[in-house]
């Protein structure tokens, strides 16, 4: 397998650890960053060592009603959740992401990381977290929070809506493959020459799973750009789909007369709200990123 194809697998294993939730790392200020930025997940180069960083995007209607888009990586360093459990406290109600029942209803100690078909992505991530020495988000996160409202499909509906559309994960690599190779197609040979040189970097270092998470986290800005061709049509069941249930619930929420809120999903959903959010007369007013990944150079 070529360099350019482990690259583009790298970005399908982000993929999943980016869109779904089933079941120095953060700066003490975080860095307010002007408004008309649109990323919600970076990859940074600092003296120091490497950070990968998510955003928290305000916005606010003309009602003064706020949500904010909180990206998640389910897999990062402690602090970084440890920072969102902190933040978290100031809303009146956290919107979060997980197919599947609330995690009230999983049983105390039993919460799982996937369930049904979505099963694989689940033993996938906790693989990526032990192999990456990181932690998981549904260990970390504070999910029996009083304020943390359910705001996602049930296995029942997902399963229903993605027969509907005829989605399968084959169809969504498929597609995800398609933009990837569309969007690269003129600097294939460039590419394969950086992946083949981080691949033999990493071999050279003494901490391989250090400098593994350097190479994954330095593509996974790609996500973005390749899931606004994934959702291109109709969109899918794994990101656009969840995201209308999701919105339904914030609508419920808002109508009860909630004033501050946030949405805490995957990053790769958030372009998607963010649209969604601006067509119901919202504006972008704030935004600030918190590092989920340090990766000091050694």
């Not at 929420?253 to 909630?258: D, P």
Request: glycine letters at 8%; charged letters at 30%; hydrophobic letters at 45%.
């Amino acid at each position: 397998m070529s360099p350019m194809k482990h690259a583009a697998l790298a970005v399908c294993l982000l993929f999943t650890a980016l869109v779904h939730g089933v079941d120095k790392a953060v700066a003490d200020k975080p860095v307010k960053q002007p408004a008309e930025a649109a990323d919600f997940v970076r990859f940074v180069e600092e003296e120091s060592g490497d950070a990968l960083e998510t955003a928290i995007v305000r916005f606010e209607s003309p009602q003064k009603v706020t949500v904010d888009l909180v990206g998640a990586i389910h897999i990062a360093d402690k602090s970084y959740y440890d920072a969102l459990n902190e933040r978290f406290r100031r809303h009146e109600a956290v919107l979060y992401e997980l197919v599947g029942p609330p995690m009230e209803k999983r049983g105390k100690g039993k919460a799982v990381e996937g369930g049904g078909n979505l099963e694989w992505i689940g033993t996938m991530q906790a693989r990526m977290r032990d192999t990456l020495k990181l932690q998981g988000q549904l260990t970390s996160i504070d999910y029996a929070a009083k304020n943390f409202i359910h705001a996602d499909m049930s296995w029942e509906q997902f399963e229903k809506t993605r027969e509907k559309k005829q989605e399968s994960f084959l169809k969504l690599y498929l597609k995800l493959w398609q933009v990837q190779s569309a969007a690269g197609a003129d600097a294939s040979a460039n590419a394969d020459a950086a992946a083949l040189a981080m691949l033999f970097n990493m071999m050279t270092k003494k901490d391989v799973s250090m400098e593994l998470k350097r190479g994954l986290a330095s593509q996974m800005d790609a996500v973005e750009a390749l899931m606004g061709g994934v959702e291109a049509g109709e969109g899918t069941v794994i990101v656009g789909e969840r995201n209308r249930v999701a919105f339904e619930v914030l609508d419920k929420q808002i109508a009860a007369g909630k004033k501050n809120l946030a949405i805490f999903y995957g990053a790769a959903h958030l372009p998607d709200m963010e649209k969604r959010l601006l067509e119901r007369g919202f504006k972008r007013v704030n935004e600030e990123w918190l590092r989920a990944w340090w990766m000091p150079y050694q």
